[in-house]
């Protein structure tokens, strides 16, 4: 069974960072592509990055473009999620997910496992 369990959240100044990690167990992490997500109060869950199996492709949404960095340790079996810059609209719980492909992917609907999220805070 995949579980994938998010860390690192909390509450953090304008212009300040943090760094998220997701550890994943259950099946061999290295083969699947990665993403990040979150969902703001009463807004839809919107995708933030995304890395591919080998961590060689990555993909952000543009407003996070220059800010935040994906990456990944395939030896930890974690994905990463540094966010530097932060804004109050960033405020949001953050979600990691998995897919049963090595290919990654910005859309919700091609991932089919994921965290219980972690709560980011941007204070103005």
């Known amino acids: 069974q995949v579980q994938l369990v998010e860390s690192g959240g909390g509450l953090v100044q304008a212009g300040g960072s943090l760094r998220l990690a997701c550890a994943a167990s259950g099946r061999t992490f290295s083969r699947y592509a990665m993403g990040w997500f979150r969902q703001a109060p009463g807004k839809e869950r919107e995708f933030v990055a995304t890395?591919?199996?080998?961590?060689?492709?990555?993909y952000y949404t543009d407003s996070v473009k220059g800010r935040f960095t994906i990456s990944r340790d395939n030896g930890k079996s974690t994905v990463y999620l540094q966010m530097n810059s932060l804004k109050p609209e960033d405020t949001a719980v953050y979600y990691c997910?998995?897919?049963?492909?090595?290919?990654?992917?910005?859309?919700?609907?091609?991932?089919?496992?994921w965290g219980q999220g972690t709560q980011v805070t941007v204070s103005s």
């Open positions: 890395i591919n199996w080998s961590g060689a492709s990555t």
């Open positions: 997910a998995t897919r049963t492909s090595g290919s990654a992917s910005s859309a919700t609907y091609d991932y089919d496992y």
